[in-house]
């Protein structure tokens, strides 16, 4: 048998839940996870929704100011080289572990690879370089740099739990953490690891959100309630989220050994790109649509087979539409019409974490036997006709399950879960 | 409402310096207000065991107050050269000196930390 990697652990710091049970309900329930919040203090933003993490709190840059659950442990010597998302990755990660029943003791000994990705730490990077410029480069915090730019997931966790086999952060924006767990996938397919530990986080902070803003991408709807209603006609932009998910990724064969629950298998993965746009995705989906044909293409799987799609859709106008029109040349036009929803209507975007994210859902919606409703959606976009958008949570038991995602530079990566057999 | 404000700090109510030590205990704050006012670095000790506290890799056994003066940072405390690193950086910007590689390599031992930075600070003018 050749490897088949499934997902035997998953973390949750998310704004919808901080744990399996929390996320599992939320997601049944359709319950969102936003609140009102002021950014910069200032109230004449209209930026006014964002999806919160419950219990953390970063005020300054400072790691003595930070706070998090206590049921969480986050050792004093790990912190001083965190950005805030690596406080949240920690406390995913232990999460992961502890479902997979491994000890970090079983991490080291080379056949365990880490494949993170975020964007690094807007927040704590402006404030280093702040401090350059006021002593004119003469002082400044020996963990400035580890602790902010993009690859400060991926440096702290590899030398916390001293991971001795491939490590890497992935950087594509919003598709981040899918490239992630796409190639953690062929890690495990082409035998160069047994288990590979998959880690998506993003700040939330000012510097992470609002900069979004001048992109004019963010909804200005202060209503919790709606402010995200991906491919609903008055959608109006994306609201913004933070948080960590882990998931521990290890070839079947040793999974069962172990006697480990498996949560779903990961039948395949592809990417394609739009080669159109920095940042505005292709205006027929046309990156997203060949990603999809060719993950489907890979697992040898037909569109007809699938039963559910994790949409990416962030809430845009642009973005949503683009990927409705993929996703009805890669199913609709053959006949195929699987259930069809994007979480961010309870998540958020959670920029480079959304796609470990959203796989995580599409793994508890295999295990736990329900497709997530597309929540908030009244009025769908007339472009929708035809796709299958379930207002509520189906107890539906899907065995086929495609995550999509999309980022900057038109980057377009989807995986395609299965029920374990 | 929640307040996503990341305002930078310090705040302005405080200055850099009491910003620096505001997470310190408060004898070590104590002392070095007492040094900013007498201007002698030999009350500074409480400030420095409790920047060495803060960085320290694994808590010491015994308060690093009571420990011999030849203790040494590495081998018997547990000290790397990025913790080092660390609590050199906050010296500099606490006391606003600046402490070169060459120097910090001649630091080995608590007395050899204690008398470096008596050595270096700048005494401020009495009130």
Redesign the interface.
């Known amino acids: 048998m050749p490897p088949l990697p499934v997902i035997t652990g998953l973390g949750f710091i998310t704004s919808i839940g901080q744990d399996r049970p929390a996320v599992l309900r939320s997601l049944r329930e359709l319950r969102h996870g936003f609140e009102p919040v002021e950014f910069l203090g200032n109230p004449a933003l209209p930026v006014k929704v964002a999806g919160t993490l419950k219990g953390f709190s970063f005020p300054t840059t400072n790691w003595r100011d930070w706070r998090w659950p206590d049921r969480f442990t986050v050792d004093r010597e790990l912190i001083r080289g965190l950005a805030p998302h690596g406080v949240y990755a920690v406390c995913a990660l232990q999460q992961a572990l502890a479902e997979a029943g491994l000890a970090p003791a079983q991490l080291t000994d080379g056949t365990t690879g880490l494949y993170c990705a975020s964007a690094g730490s807007a927040f704590m990077l402006g404030n280093f370089l702040q401090q350059m410029h006021e002593t004119r480069g003469e002082r400044g915090n020996p963990m400035g740099i580890v602790s902010s730019i993009a690859g400060t997931l991926n440096f702290n966790l590899a030398a916390h739990y001293k991971i001795a086999g491939a490590v890497c952060g992935f950087v594509s924006a919003c598709a981040s953490s899918s490239h992630a767990l796409g190639f953690a996938m062929d890690e495990i397919r082409l035998g160069r690891q047994q288990r590979m530990l998959v880690v998506g986080a993003e700040d939330l902070s000012a510097e992470s959100i609002v900069s979004f803003s001048s992109l004019r991408a963010l909804s200005h709807n202060p209503d919790p309630a709606t402010a995200s209603r991906p491919f609903d006609r008055r959608r109006d932009g994306f609201v913004g989220t933070g948080g960590a998910v882990a998931l521990v990724v290890e070839d079947a064969s040793l999974a069962r050994q172990r006697g480990a629950h498996i949560y779903a298998e990961l039948a395949g993965w592809g990417q394609a790109g739009d080669g159109y746009s920095v940042a505005i995705s292709h205006p027929e989906g046309a990156g997203l649509r060949e990603a999809m044909r060719r993950t489907l293409a890979v697992a040898r799987v037909n569109a007809t087979d699938v039963d559910y799609v994790n949409a990416h859709a962030t809430s845009t106008p642009a973005g949503d539409r683009s990927e409705a029109l993929a996703l009805h040349a890669v199913f609709t036009s053959g006949g195929a019409k699987p259930r069809i929803s994007s979480t961010k209507a309870l998540t958020g975007h959670g920029l480079s974490l959304a796609g470990a994210m959203e796989a995580a859902f599409c793994a508890l919606a295999i295990d736990d036997g329900f497709i997530p409703g597309a929540a908030h959606l009244e009025e769908p976009d007339p472009v929708c006709a035809g796709l299958d958008l379930p207002r509520t949570s189906l107890e539906e038991q899907p065995r086929l399950v495609l995550n999509n995602s999309s980022g900057f530079g038109g980057s377009n990566v989807c995986h395609l879960l299965r029920r374990p057999t | 409402?929640?307040?996503?404000?990341?305002?930078?700090?310090p705040s302005a109510a405080l200055s850099h310096q009491d910003e620096s030590i505001r997470?310190l205990p408060e004898a070590a704050r104590e002392a070095f207000a007492r040094f900013q006012t007498g201007g002698d670095p030999a009350v500074l000790d409480p400030v420095l065991f409790s920047i060495l506290d803060d960085?320290i890799?694994?808590a010491s056994a015994r308060p690093l107050a009571e420990l011999p003066g030849n203790t040494r940072l590495i081998d018997d405390l547990g000290f790397d050269s990025?913790a080092i690193?660390?609590v050199v950086?906050f010296a500099?910007?606490l006391f606003g000196i600046?402490i070169t590689n060459e120097e910090i390599v001649q630091v080995a031992t608590l007395d050899d930390l204690r008398g470096f930075i008596r050595a270096k600070v700048t005494i401020p003018a009495a009130h």
């Open positions: 409402m929640k307040s996503l404000s990341t305002v930078p700090v997470h960085y890799p694994r990025l690193t660390e950086f500099e910007d600046n």
